[in-house]
Structure formats: C-alpha cells, structure tokens
C-alpha cells in the first residue's frame, strides 16, 4: 500500500472518529459505516483495479461529487488553486485593467477599464496580446495568462500586442495597479423627475456611492418624485454594502438580514446602524433573474418593510452563506453554512436546482409571508416583483452572433482609426447591410433548436426504408434555411443595439453603455410611470388599505 493512500486512510478514520463531538450516537454509526464502506472500496480500486490509479484524482473525483451533491456554492479548493481563488474572492481588480479573452484561438483586450494601466499604456479594445515579459503566449489557458497578468500592484510587465487593425506588434510598457471597477457606473435623470442609479456589483463603498448619488441627483432637483434602482444582472457580493444600501432608505435600528445554520450559537442579525439619508422619496427597484445573494437582500428588505415597489422578474433566488475553511495541505473547502432569511421571516433560497441553476417553483408551493402593511409574499426561490414585466427575450440569431463574438469583431473594424464617435444619445448605428456582408464574410454560421433534432432523426431514423422521411426532412430543412434568413431581419433592431452598445463602450466605457440603454428600456418606462402616479404607488404598497 503506498505512503500516500495511507496517509488519505488515517485521515478518513481520524475524521470518522472526530465526528463523536458534533453527531449523536446513530448518525456517528452512519458515518463510520459509511466511512468502512468508502475505505474498502478505495483500497479494493487500488489494489485490484487494472490500470495503475492515482489516489488524487481518485480523491479529488469523491470529493467533488459530495460537494455537487449538496448546492452549487459548496466546493473544494486545492492546494494549486488557492492562489487564483483568493484573487478571484478579492474586492478589487488588481493587475492591468482590463477585460481579456480568447477569440478564434487569439488573445484579445476584450474592454479596457477605465482608469486602469491598459487604457494609460494606450491598449484599445480588440488589440492583441501575443507576449508578456517576452514570452509568447499562444497555445496558452485564458486562467494561465491571466493569473501572470494579475499581480502586486506597482510592478511592471511588457505586453507585446498587435494593435486593433494592423499587422506590426509593438511593445507596450504597464504598471499594474489596483483597479476598482465601478460599481455604480452611471447615475442621473431618466425624466424631468425621477432619478435613476445603477449599480453592478456590491463591492466596497457600494452603499456610500449609491448615497452620494442619490444627494447629488436630490441637490439638481429637490422636488424629485422618485428614484430608480437598477439591480438587473447584479450577481451580489458583500452583506454589509446590502446592509448599508437599505439603511440609506429605512430607519436606523431597523432588521435587515438574519443569517441562520446548524450551529445557532452563529446565527447573526444585521441591523441599520446610521441615519438614513431619504425615508419618503418614491423608490422602484428593477430586478430580473440574474439579481441574485445581495441584491436580493436589498430588494427583499424594500418589499417586506414596503419602502418600495419592485419591478421586473424573479429573482435568481441565492439566499445561502458561504464561509471558507481551512484543510490540510493546503486546501480550503467553501462550504454553506446558513441560509439568509428577511424581515418577514422568508428565505429567498431556491430550494432545488438543476444543471447549477435554481429550479422554478411554482407560487402553489412556495410558503406565504406577510409585509409590514400585510401584503402576502412568497419565500423559496428568488423575490418576486410587486409589476412582473417579461424580461427580453433574445433572438438565437443575436445570441449565436454574441457567443461567437462577431459583434465585437464587427465592432473593432467599425472603430479602426475612429478617434471619437457622437456623444451618448446622439450615436447611431444606421449601416446594418455592411454588418451582414461582414458577418457572411466571416462565415457566421448558427444551428436553430429545429435544425438539431432534425440531424438526430438523420442520424437515427428509426425506421428501415427512411427515404421518403429523408425527402420530407429536407423539405424541412430548406424552410428552417430560409427562415434563418428573415430571422436576422427580424431581429435587426436588437442587433443593433447590441452593436451600439459594444461601440459605446469603446468611447464612453460602462457609464455610456448603461446610459445607451436607458432611452428605449420598458422596465424603466414603467418605473417612471409608477413614480409619477402618487395614488398608483401607494396602492402597490398596500397604503391605501
């Protein structure tokens, strides 16, 4: 038996005899059952298996398993990848500042960050990178380069890149630094009255920037008659900035968040603690289902205390606590161990999942609440909107274009030698026959839901003399053909969108991507009109009872 698969032994019944602490009597029997199962056939595989096994693999495989089998948060983290881990888990972008991927097997600057080294050192969207420090780079994992690019801010690096439209590499000389990604990019008037603040991500200070623009957008008009919140695809991030975003609009003192688990003694209630800056402006929170953990919390929060109205879809429904602990070698393992529950005394979690994703539950099976004006509301998968709106629906057209970035290549040709474009609101895509011969020219091809279960059914008739299905299945096929044709004509509009988008963003960075949006978005058109109809807003709110 080797050292190694002793030593994984000793741990596993050392484990096994630990758990007397923490388990009663019959589940300790389940465990150390189940432990004698689990070593025997682990040795059994060693032993007799066929081929020569690798204990790591082995382990990392069993591993893996239990942790998937429990929710998508819980994982294990080895020793290799701790590093990358705690770069990943940190508040603040540390190395040159920019958004990079690989595209058609080549390195490319897919956004440079405002503020950041990339941007001072003159890299543009679409350069790209084929060296750092002199050594080429082709061939490698998006993770292997980034993790070189990344580092302590204050050192240097040479990226040698080819410019966005040229053929001649040059050198490019960085400082890396310690970029902070805004997280509320952009804040002002959607309307004569009504304000509107973005916010992306919950990082550090997320709660003092969305204050400090809410005051400057009350200083410009003090008689505003409400206020918008957009927490669309905000994933979440640190509880005390949800915390500190809901005591800008509810009282000092007030519940915001309980975290309950196993263990009660960890249970922690987190409260307001500082004077709220605004406690009567009309408040609409947009969500949909990527708002997810602290977006959740705060749009939670709002509905139960009824601060506020919500509008959109339901949310991702991520209620879960995760803390990390420390194992031997080196490793560390992410583990769930509380769920968040809001001041109506529901969990936002969803409950069961598939393929990573929270299934959806129907309303029928979901336990009701009540908020502080009695209206009903629902716990176990996500917060549902007080207005449900139907989110956009992408074409398959305009997703396969963006999954196979040919409207960021379209748009590193449109950008070529473009030192500036019309002002945000002023810019207009209008030159959509030049994108479809690009995208032809580049051979854009797309396969729709029809077309795949046709190629099964060729693949595998079923039958023994298929030619007449043969012949109706082309018939078919010709038709699927000819409608992927209208279907880019049909989704034109929203191609250009995202055109313009992507176009913006190279000029203007995130704050003129957000506003690109604003003008056409019918989440926020309807903000607008509940803000500016007193009597609608408070019926919403359960006031008028």
Not at 12 to 39: A, P
Not at 153 to 166: A, F, M, R, V, Y
Not at 299 to 323: A, H, T, Y
Request: charged share 25%.
């Amino acid at each position: 038996m080797s050292k190694k698969f002793k030593v994984i032994l000793f741990c596993l019944v050392l484990i096994s005899g630990m758990s007397t602490v923490i388990v009663n009597n019959d589940k300790l029997f389940e465990i150390s059952k189940n432990v004698e199962i689990f070593i025997s056939v682990y040795r059994e595989l060693n032993t007799n298996f066929v081929d020569e096994l690798d204990p790591s693999t082995m382990m990392r495989t069993a591993i893996d398993a239990m942790t998937n089998s429990l929710d998508p948060y819980t994982n294990f983290v080895s020793e290799s990848q701790v590093e990358s881990y705690w770069i990943n888990e940190d508040d603040k972008y540390q190395g040159i500042g920019a958004k990079v991927g690989i595209i058609k097997n080549k390195f490319k600057v897919l956004e440079p960050y405002e503020g950041g080294p990339a941007l001072a050192a003159g890299i543009k969207a679409g350069d790209e990178i084929i060296a750092v420090d002199g050594i080429n780079i082709e061939g490698k994992k998006l993770d292997e380069i980034n993790a070189v690019l990344r580092g302590i801010p204050g050192t240097e690096l040479n990226l040698t890149i080819i410019p966005n439209g040229k053929t001649v590499s040059e050198v490019k000389k960085l400082t890396r630094g310690e970029v902070n990604i805004p997280n509320v990019p952009y804040s002002g008037f959607v309307s004569d009255d009504v304000g509107y603040i973005s916010l992306t991500v919950f990082t550090q200070n997320a709660g003092s920037n969305i204050s400090k623009a809410l005051k400057e957008l009350k200083s410009k008009n003090p008689n505003m008659s409400g206020v918008i919140l957009d927490l669309r695809h905000n994933g979440g991030g640190l509880l005390h900035e949800a915390v500190n975003i809901c005591n800008i609009f509810i009282p000092n003192g007030e519940i915001v968040v309980t975290t309950k688990g196993k263990i009660k003694e960890r249970d922690q209630t987190f409260k307001t603690m500082t004077p709220p800056v605004d406690l009567d402006i009309p408040l609409a929170i947009l969500i949909d289902k990527r708002s997810a953990s602290a977006s959740e919390i705060v749009s939670g929060v709002i509905q139960d205390l009824d601060r506020g109205v919500l509008i959109g879809q339901r949310s991702f429904g991520k209620g879960l606590v995760q803390n990390t602990k420390e194992l031997p070698y080196n490793a560390r393992l992410k583990l769930t161990t509380s769920k968040y529950y809001i001041p109506s005394g529901r969990c936002i979690q969803g409950v069961e999942y598939e393929n990573g994703e929270p299934k959806d539950i129907p309303d029928s099976q979901r336990s009701g609440f009540k908020t502080k004006n009695g209206r009903v509301v629902l716990d176990g998968g996500g917060v549902s909107p007080d207005i449900k709106l139907t989110g956009k629906t992408i074409y398959p057209v305009t997703q396969a274009l963006l999954d196979q970035h040919m409207i960021f290549e379209y748009a590193n040709k449109y950008c070529k030698g473009k030192d500036s474009i019309a002002k945000v609101g002023l810019f207009k895509f209008n030159d959509f026959q030049d994108f479809t011969e690009f995208i032809k020219k580049q051979g854009f091809q797309y396969e729709l839901e029809a077309e795949k279960y046709l190629n099964k059914i060729k693949e595998n008739p079923g039958i023994s003399d298929p030619k007449d299905l043969m012949a109706d299945i082309q018939k078919l096929q010709n038709k699927i053909t000819s409608s992927k044709s209208e279907e880019l004509m049909k989704a034109k509009e929203q191609i250009i969108d995202e055109i313009e988008k992507e176009i913006i963003t190279r000029y203007y960075f995130q704050n003129g991507k957000v506003q690109q949006t604003l003008d056409d978005d019918p989440e926020v058109k309807e903000a607008i009109s509940v803000l500016k109809d007193s009597n609608r807003y408070k019926a919403l709110l359960g006031k008028n009872k």
